[in-house]
Structures are given as structure tokens and as C-alpha cells.
């Protein structure tokens, strides 16, 4: 970042290469909308080509970057009505149209684990976005982005005793939502295990 | 064992423990609760199951759509220039002056047929952006836009500008033009006429300056002496400016005038140039200004001019010698030295007079009138000196030779 602001445009090239398939996924699950996470990822690497000038060492890169998209995503989302998306009765992704409660596995047994991660991908996004947004984007940043709860903390701009407060309630409601569609008992061990 | 409590003091440290946040000897005691905790190992197996559940959710490749324009204005903004905020405005300042002077310029070369009414120099140095609202900050700001002006000559569109011929003919050129039509009244306007400027010019300033002799004018023949004073001493601007202008107040406006002369920092042929553009109220008030300081170069050339016309050769002899032992380099200093000789052998001086060749030989070998003297020092006189070479280097006779060949 630090040669980027030098005007080395390549240092920003890997900088893009190393963040934005991450940035992206982080956008994807917190949003649930491909095409809104699309715009909101071109508009926050805008944001940090801008904000290149003004940016200090002193602040984790990654961390800045994250609280860009997480600003644009949650000004977004109020001024749109992306809830709607946490709707059971609306598809997350494109690809699978059918409704989370079909998509969810019968009781017979699965030919595989890769094949059984396929068909449980659907029902672990749907579980994901019926999260408030909050323990939501607390549990992105953690789980899948590896942000300590000390930075997600800077992140959302919380404490972070608030984080991790939001960080178990976000464990409890996916499990919850797991239950309800069906996952649990043996199946469920099957799934989790 | 803590089975089946409702609360356990580990509770806090379960994420972190299960997220590998907490310190080593935290660890350690916490999985020594472990082991005698129930209700900490179900809730620390629920998490994990949970993570083992999302770890299924694999990240999916970012689109590659907006990624390329992404990159595009990365380096747009890497590679636009930085500009300090502050200076910004002198872009659009510089590009509205050097188009000032390409139209001046163009001009003034139309301007070579006879019809034309340009219009007058000031109004070049008007049309630069910013415009000067009031005649006394043209006058501040000229000198240091002239500068910046020379600053920025490598510019293309400067260096357009520079082409001797066009940049030559901007101003004097037409000045001739309208004072060629003027000449009814020589004791205003003087020789207006720098001593760089085209040929055609200069043989219309040598016109003028006869005409002037003719008529006896001392005003004429002071204002041509004001312009061949240094550069910077004359001024080069503004009709209305105040006639009892002092020198430095001239000087000021001189900058302005250079302003729309791009080419009159070439050389000194192009200050010249720019004095020619004087307007005669600027004149008569560095002539009133200059009455003062007559130990200036064109005033003490021409005051020595006057007395020998006028016959008081004692007193031109004393001029002359002043004017070369000040101005030494001036390029009217052979013509002074000659002209000195001359009086005094007119004087009966002879011996002062052959000194004075011998020194004009010594001094300005190359020049026209050293040629003059030493066709009139008989060989062998001891003030020859040895073998001294042709000019090849022409120096006027008169100031209106001089005028006139500056510029060639």
C-alpha cells in the first residue's frame, strides 16, 4: 500500500490480487446478493485507490479495507431492501432457484462428502443471511476472514466485548437455523461432523 | 464438575479459546477446566460443529468484471501529475498568455502591410489571465510575469513564439507603423525606435531621427536616448499612465510591457525592442525622471551629441570622456570616442585627439570607426598600434546606422 501511495500502480495490481476474492466473499455472504455484492465490491476498491493518500501505516491494511466494504454494505443495505433477501421463500445464489427448505437433504444417505457439501452449500448461505447483520458481519470477519475480534471490533466500530457477545449469539442462530431446516439428530452429526 | 450448570466462570474464554485467541498459560488452565467441565466441552463441541458446518461454504471466485477499469484507474491516479493546489490557477494563466502573444504576434505580422490599426501593446499584456484591473498592478505584477514567462519559455507554445522573426515584429513593428504616420509631430514622439529592431523598421526610425535633426528638436532626441538606455530603465507601458513616472516606477512598467514580448529576453536587442513600444506619456515620464540621473548611458550619449551640435565642444569633449570611462561596453562607445577625437582636433587639441584614436584603435579595434582612425593616423605614428586587423565587426557611424543595424 505504502508503494502504491508512492505511484507504484502494480503494488495496487497485487494489492487487488491478494484482497478482492476475499473482499468479495465477504461482501457475497453478508449481502446474500451476487449482483449487489459485485457493485459494492468495484465501489469499495474505488474507495481505496481514493483513500490511498490518506491512509497510515498504523492501521492494519486489511482492516481499513474490511471497514470500507462494510460501511458501503451497510448503507446499502438500509437504503435498499436487501432484507428481503433473508426471506426463506427467495434463492441466495442464481444457480440454485428451488427454496432453502427443498434444497435441504432427505433422510437418505449421501454418496459422498463433497457431493453432500454441494447440497448442504445452499442451506448454510440461507442459515448465514437469516442472521441479523450484525452477528452476521461478526462472523464473516471471524470464521472466514480470520480477523481477531480486537479488529472486527475496529471494523464495526463496536467494543469488543460487543463483538464477542454478537460472535455467540451469531454460533447459536446458525445452529438454530440448521435445526430448523432439518439438520440435526443423526443427519445433523452426519453434516457437522 | 460443572455438568448441567447454568453458568461457568470459563464462559467468556470459550470463543477465544476455540478461535486460538487466548495467551498459552490461559489455554492451559482453561483445558485444564475442560477436562472436569461438561457443559464448556458441549458448548466448545457445539462451535466447532458449527465451524465444521461453514467450512463447507468455500469462497467463490471474484468476478473479473470492473477488475480491469479497476486497475486502469489505479494508474490514472498513480501517474496524474501533482500539482501543488495553489499554483494550479497559473495553467490556465500561462495558457491565456501565451495565446495573448500568438495573436499579438500573428498580428503584428499582418500588420507588415501599411493599413492595419493594431491595436496597442498594452492591450497584450491586458488580455493575460488573470487581468490586471488597475494600471498599478499591471505595473506590480509585470516584471515577475515576465519572468515566469521566461521560465515557461520551453513550452511548445512559447517556443512558438520565439521565432526571431515573428517575435521581432511584434510590437516594433507596428509602433513604426503608427509612428511613421505620426512624424508630424517629431518633438512629441522622438525616436521611439529600439536599436534591434528589423531593417525596415530602422529605416524608418533613420528617417525619423533625420527628420528630427532637421527640425532641432532636443525632446525628440531626448526621448531616442531614453530607449537606448539599458534595459529595464525605460518604460514600455500604458497610455495613461502618469506622466511624472519615476525611473523605478518605469522600470515596473517596462515588466509589464514584457509580458507580451516573449521574445524580449532573448537578448538585449529584444529589451530595445520593448522600449520602442513606449508609449510617449511613459516616455515623457522617464524623461523627466531622467533629466535627473544624467550619468545614464543613452542620456549622456546624447547629451554630448547635443553639446557638440549645439557647439559647446569643450562641454561634449568632457560628455564623451564620461560616457566612456562609464560605460566602456556600451556598443555606442567607438562612435564616442571617435566623435571625442574629432572635437578635439577641432579644438586644436592635437595630441589629446591622436591619444584619443589610439585609445578608440586600443579599445575597439574591431569597430567601423577604428577603421576611420587608423586611415587617419599616418603609419608609423607611435598611437598605431601593431597591426591591428580589419573589422570585420561593423560598428555605426551614427547612432542611426547603429539603429539600423543592431537588428541585422
Known amino acids: 500500500m505504502l508503494a502504491f501511495k508512492a505511484g507504484d500502480a502494480r503494488a495496487f495490481e497485487e494489492?487487488?490480487?491478494?484482497?478482492?476474492?476475499?473482499?468479495?466473499?465477504?461482501?457475497?455472504?453478508?449481502?446474500?446478493?451476487?449482483?449487489?455484492?459485485?457493485?459494492?465490491?468495484?465501489?469499495?476498491?474505488?474507495?481505496?485507490?481514493?483513500?490511498?493518500?490518506?491512509?497510515?501505516?498504523?492501521?492494519?491494511?486489511?482492516?481499513?479495507?474490511?471497514?470500507?466494504?462494510?460501511?458501503?454494505?451497510?448503507?446499502?443495505?438500509?437504503?435498499?431492501?436487501?432484507?428481503?433477501?433473508?426471506?426463506?421463500?427467495?434463492?441466495?445464489?442464481?444457480?440454485?432457484?428451488?427454496?432453502?427448505?427443498?434444497?435441504?437433504?432427505?433422510?437418505a444417505s449421501l454418496p459422498d462428502r463433497e457431493a453432500h457439501n454441494?447440497?448442504?452449500?445452499?442451506?448454510?448461505?440461507?442459515?448465514?443471511?437469516?442472521?441479523?447483520?450484525?452477528?452476521?458481519?461478526?462472523?464473516?470477519?471471524?470464521?472466514?476472514?480470520?480477523?481477531?475480534?480486537?479488529?472486527?471490533?475496529?471494523?464495526?466500530?463496536?467494543?469488543?466485548?460487543?463483538?464477542?457477545?454478537?460472535?455467540?449469539y451469531a454460533l447459536e442462530g446458525l445452529r438454530r437455523n440448521l435445526t430448523a431446516f432439518g439438520v440435526e439428530g443423526d443427519e445433523g452429526r452426519a453434516i457437522l461432523s | 464438575m460443572n455438568t448441567g450448570s447454568r453458568s461457568c466462570a470459563f464462559d467468556e474464554l470459550l470463543l477465544d479459546y476455540a478461535y486460538g485467541e487466548l495467551e498459552r498459560g490461559a489455554a492451559l488452565r482453561f483445558?485444564?477446566?475442560?477436562?472436569?467441565?461438561?457443559?464448556?466441552?458441549?458448548?466448545?463441541?457445539?462451535?466447532?460443529?458449527?465451524?465444521?458446518?461453514?467450512?463447507?461454504?468455500?469462497?467463490?471466485?471474484?468476478?473479473?468484471?470492473?477488475?480491469?477499469?479497476?486497475?486502469?484507474?489505479?494508474?490514472?491516479?498513480?501517474?496524474?501529475?501533482?500539482?501543488?493546489?495553489?499554483?494550479?490557477?497559473?495553467?490556465?494563466?500561462?495558457?491565456?498568455?501565451g495565446l495573448a502573444m500568438v495573436l499579438v504576434a500573428v498580428l503584428a505580422r499582418q500588420g507588415d502591410s501599411p493599413a492595419p490599426v493594431m491595436p496597442p501593446p498594452s492591450r497584450a499584456s491586458d488580455m493575460m489571465a488573470p487581468a490586471p484591473p488597475t494600471e498599478k498592478m499591471a505595473t506590480q505584477s509585470g516584471?515577475?510575469?515576465?519572468?515566469?514567462?521566461?521560465?515557461?519559455?520551453?513550452?511548445?507554445?512559447?517556443?512558438?513564439?520565439?521565432?526571431?522573426?515573428?517575435?521581432?515584429?511584434?510590437?516594433?513593428?507596428?509602433?513604426?507603423?503608427?509612428?511613421?504616420?505620426?512624424?508630424?509631430?517629431?518633438?512629441?514622439?522622438?525616436?521611439?525606435?529600439?536599436?534591434?529592431?528589423?531593417?525596415r523598421e530602422s529605416k524608418k526610425a533613420e528617417t525619423l531621427m533625420d527628420r528630427e535633426r532637421a527640425a532641432g528638436s532636443d525632446q525628440a532626441a531626448t526621448g531616442r536616448a531614453t530607449l537606448m538606455a539599458p534595459a529595464g530603465q525605460v518604460t514600455a507601458r500604458g497610455a495613461s499612465a502618469p506622466r511624472s513616472l519615476s525611473p523605478m516606477a518605469a522600470e515596473e512598467s517596462f515588466g509589464a510591457a514584457m509580458v507580451a514580448r516573449p521574445q524580449s529576453k532573448a537578448d538585449g536587442v529584444g529589451q530595445e525592442e520593448a522600449k520602442g513600444e513606449?508609449?510617449?506619456?511613459?516616455?515623457?515620464?522617464?524623461h523627466m525622471g531622467s533629466a535627473a540621473q544624467p550619468e545614464d548611458a543613452g542620456a549622456l550619449f546624447l547629451k554630448a551629441q547635443k553639446q557638440a551640435r549645439t557647439g559647446d565642444a569643450e562641454g561634449a569633449v568632457a560628455s564623451y570622456a564620461r560616457f566612456l570611462a562609464r560605460h566602456p561596453e556600451d556598443r555606442r562607445a567607438p562612435e564616442a570616442a571617435w566623435a571625442r577625437a574629432g572635437l578635439l582636433e577641432k579644438l586644436g587639441r592635437a595630441s589629446e585627439a591622436e591619444s584619443a584614436r589610439a585609445e578608440l584603435l586600443s579599445r575597439y579595434p574591431r569597430s567601423t570607426q577604428a577603421e576611420l582612425a587608423r586611415r587617419r593616423i599616418a603609419p608609423g605614428s607611435a598611437g598605431a598600434p601593431r597591426a591591428a586587423p580589419a573589422a570585420p565587426q561593423k560598428s555605426p557611424a551614427s547612432p542611426a546606422e547603429d539603429l539600423g543595424e543592431a537588428a541585422q
Open chain 2, 278 to 286: 513606449a508609449s510617449e506619456e511613459i516616455i515623457s515620464g522617464y
Open chain 2, 143 to 199: 516584471t515577475g510575469t515576465a519572468e515566469k514567462l521566461e521560465a515557461n519559455s520551453a513550452s511548445p507554445t512559447l517556443a512558438l513564439e520565439q521565432e526571431p522573426a515573428v517575435a521581432r515584429a511584434t510590437g516594433p513593428l507596428h509602433r513604426a507603423e503608427r509612428v511613421s504616420k505620426e512624424e508630424a509631430a517629431p518633438a512629441r514622439r522622438g525616436g521611439e525606435f529600439g536599436k534591434g529592431l528589423e531593417s
Open chain 2, 31 to 97: 483445558e485444564a477446566h475442560l477436562s472436569g467441565c461438561a457443559r464448556c466441552r458441549d458448548a466448545l463441541e457445539a462451535i466447532a460443529g458449527t465451524r465444521r458446518a461453514f467450512a463447507a461454504l468455500t469462497p467463490e471466485p471474484a468476478p473479473q468484471a470492473g477488475l480491469e477499469s479497476l486497475l486502469a484507474y489505479a494508474r490514472q491516479r498513480t501517474e496524474r501529475p501533482k500539482a501543488p493546489s495553489r499554483l494550479r490557477w497559473l495553467v490556465p494563466a500561462f495558457s491565456a498568455g
Open chain 1, 118 to 168: 454441494v447440497s448442504i452449500r445452499p442451506m448454510l448461505e440461507r442459515a448465514l443471511v437469516m442472521l441479523p447483520l450484525e452477528q452476521r458481519e461478526v462472523f464473516l470477519l471471524r470464521e472466514h476472514h480470520g480477523l481477531p475480534f480486537k479488529e472486527i471490533a475496529l471494523v464495526t466500530g463496536a467494543s469488543e466485548n460487543t463483538v464477542k457477545s454478537r460472535m455467540r
Open chain 1, 15 to 107: 494489492l487487488v490480487r491478494r484482497h478482492r476474492g476475499a473482499v468479495f466473499n465477504f461482501l457475497l455472504r453478508l449481502t446474500g446478493q451476487r449482483q449487489c455484492a459485485e457493485d459494492l465490491l468495484q465501489e469499495t476498491w474505488l474507495k481505496v485507490v481514493r483513500g490511498a493518500t490518506a491512509w497510515e501505516a498504523k492501521a492494519k491494511l486489511t482492516t481499513w479495507i474490511y471497514t470500507i466494504a462494510r460501511n458501503l454494505c451497510t448503507d446499502a443495505m438500509r437504503k435498499e431492501s436487501y432484507r428481503k433477501a433473508e426471506s426463506l421463500d427467495r434463492p441466495i445464489s442464481g444457480e440454485d432457484e428451488r427454496p432453502l427448505a427443498e434444497a435441504v437433504p432427505s433422510g
